[in-house]
């Protein structure tokens, strides 16, 4: 199917961005477009004005400040975050979750702000997103805010962003010692293809005391964190509480049966891959 046809601006500022929206209500920012453009071909989402925002330069900043923060704007390539040495060295676990997404030319034009913008609950970076506590800034006709992720994701297709905001950064706050983590993903086949489960685990440490984080995608409404099994790796360490956390894990998620497998299957492998990613960090 062709797209439908609709009014094409660049601006080149937020500002203008904004402005533009606010003149036509309605209208859709593109980034990327690896989701929008598909979703439009298919008659899923339509729009009247296209606002193309991926050459305004603020948005392709990604930035560490002196509090140790690191800000990567919104129109920053997946496949760039993904290499970026800050995140090799201090956000591992994002890394990890970028790589999993599509193939290397899609990452190259995906961008990290697309892919939670578009709330899937099977969206691979949002659960290292909440793992590493991120925030997302927002721009709107009025202002400016900032949404913690773990109050982002409000349900499929559904986020917290209200009409005519725009997603500027995505920011990762410091942490004492570098993250490290591992992302388990289960899919139909290998290559391109949604997950069927996805198990993010990592660690930190702070005082000498690790924390630790476990956090789900595809087995709930949004990507989920699971506050319980980490609260107990935290205390316990991770030999004496892997298999306890894994059943934690697996009671705290409500998948669904779909195509790609069933809400028995999920929850078990769940489990599964919470148990192994973790004593692959011990």
């Not at 506590?133 to 917290?160: W, Y």
Request: glycine share 8%; with cysteine; charged share 25%.
């Amino acid at each position: 199917m062709l797209l439908p046809s609709f009014e094409y601006l660049v601006p080149s500022t937020v500002d203008e961005a904004v402005g533009m929206w606010r003149e036509r209500p309605g209208g859709a920012y593109l980034l990327g477009g690896t989701d929008l453009l598909p979703q439009m071909r298919a008659g899923k989402k339509t729009t009247s004005r296209m606002i193309d925002i991926k050459r305004i330069p603020r948005l392709h900043e990604l930035r560490e400040r002196s509090d140790g923060s690191l800000w990567i704007g919104a129109a920053v390539p997946m496949a760039e975050v993904e290499t970026h040495p800050a995140v090799l060295t201090r956000f591992s676990p994002l890394s990890e979750c970028c790589k999993t997404v599509g193939a290397w030319p899609l990452r190259n034009r995906a961008t990290l702000a697309g892919n939670i913008c578009n709330a899937s609950p099977a969206a691979d970076t949002a659960v290292a997103l909440l793992a590493l506590d991120a925030r997302v800034v927002v721009v709107h006709p009025d202002g400016e805010r900032m949404i913690p992720v773990k109050e982002f994701f409000l349900g499929p297709g559904k986020s917290a962003l209200s009409p005519g905001e725009l997603v500027t950064d995505i920011v990762l706050p410091a942490a004492p010692t570098p993250w490290k983590g591992a992302y388990l993903r289960l899919s139909r086949r290998k290559g391109m293809d949604l997950a069927t489960v996805g198990v993010l685990v990592a660690k930190t440490n702070e005082n000498g005391h690790s924390r630790h984080r476990v956090a789900l995608a595809a087995v709930a409404p949004t990507p989920l964190r699971v506050y319980e099994a980490e609260e107990l790796l935290d205390r316990e360490g991770i030999p004496r509480a892997a298999e306890k956390a894994s059943k934690i894990a697996e009671a705290a998620c409500s998948p669904i049966t779909d195509l790609r497998g069933t809400s028995e299957y999920r929850r078990e492998m769940v489990g599964v891959l919470t148990r192994r990613g973790l004593m692959s960090l011990s």
